[in-house]
């Protein structure tokens, strides 16, 4: 019976193990990206909190109506890493001034109006963790807030300590669920603008997972989020793919580090390919050499289409391979087959001859950072193709071919991520990339972080369409 236990717990642990998702896209913050963050969070409690009106409350005697914080000056402020949870943010000694409606009833004695006070000493103390929610989506939760004040005036001053009691109990108390209420949704609805699903080429439904993969790790000098990374098409079986090298970072130097695994690129190679991309299609001969030379082998196979027009077409064989070294960097190798065919109108083309080529590029990795998203680019460089074949008359029939090999190969590494994957960053968030650092599985590129007061707009105005 023991051993039995063992087994079931032997197998469940190793299930467990087996499927866990990959990780093919890493995101770091470090503490170099704080100061930045210190002051965007403080822009964001002012924001959310100044000049809004707040729902009537009462505390014993005292009923308080339309509390409006009019003026909020924070003279210090400090975020830092907190160890396996996220972020503690901590404001001291700034100043808040309060308009507000009250009214009081102290034995029967009624008295009402309007006032103003102003908080002075003022201390908060948040922790903030960063949390994944059952979707897989990045979340942000305040489990626990302090606020304390030192000094409280009343404009115009008054001998009613009874009120004075009340304004001094409402911000001791009533500050931190304020900050729960306006302030925690407005984070988590910046945070909903990551694209958990981005799409890579339309065109052809093949999209992006950015779903989590782990709970996000802290230390006390970063913050490190991994992501699914695989490239897919809608409705279509995912492929067995090789496993995900899992991204190293090795500095804290930078605000932020974006790390992508081969396997990104080798699940979009594989969504390309079955979608058709670089599928054959015969085009028009132009070169007289090459029309020579087919005349001359379709004068033995083909007789009686000698007067048939000639064409030629470049199809992938097989899924691009993308390898990341780190001495060569990004490489793509396509495996390609070059045809040669008659083509009279209005029937089928029969080929006259046909061979394969492989072709190897190398691949740069650039991140475009804006208002609107940063996204991935892969701009290409030294493209190489040969002819795969020892039959030398073959080998000079298509000879002439390779120009249109190489035009064709061009199409395609320009079609494959044109218009760049969008990274799983909120709006307004922009990356600027400084870094290129590539491992053997891997690249990571590293950069600096800012928000734009554009960004926080577009979370205001209720842009979310990252959702």
Known sequence: MTSSVYSILLVSLVFCVSVVDPTGVKIRITNQALNMLR?????????????????????????IDRLTITQLTVHRAELRFRQNSGFQFVMQNFEARFSFNHQLDVLGFQHTGAKEFVAQGVSANMELSLIRTQQGRLAVAMPTCEASIERMTLIPRTLLNVLTGCLRHLFNFLFCPLVQRYGIPYVNQMLETIPMRAEVFPNFGISIDYSLTRDVQVTANSLDMSFNGLVFREGEN????????????????LMAYVGVSEFVFNSAAVAFYNAGILGKKFETISSRAAKRYLRFRQFFSQPWRMRAPLAAAVELTEPPRISITQRQG??????VRVSAASVPP??????ITSV??????????????????????????????????????RQTLVVPLEELLNNRASDFLEGWFRDGVELPLPHGLIFTNSLLQYQDGS??????????????????NGDNAGR
């Open 39 to 63: 002051d965007q969070a403080q822009a964001i409690v002012q924001e959310q909190l100044l000049n809004q009106p707040f729902e009537g409350f009462q505390i014993s005697v005292c009923t």
């Open 238 to 253: 995912i492929p067995a793919l090789n496993p995900a090298v899992d991204p190293v970072f090795t500095e804290n130097n």
């Open 330 to 335: 990004v490489t793509v190798n396509l495996r």
């Open 346 to 351: 209005n029937r089928e083309p029969q080929v």
């Open 356 to 393: 394969s080529a492989t072709c190897e590029v190398t691949v740069m990795v650039t991140i475009h950072g804006s208002a609107a998203g940063n996204r991935l680019f892969l701009p290409y460089s030294n493209l190489r193709c040969r002819i795969v074949t020892r039959n030398q008359l």
């Open 443 to 460: 690249v990571v590129v590293g950069g600096n972080l800012n928000l734009t007061p554009a960004g926080r707009q577009r979370v205001l």
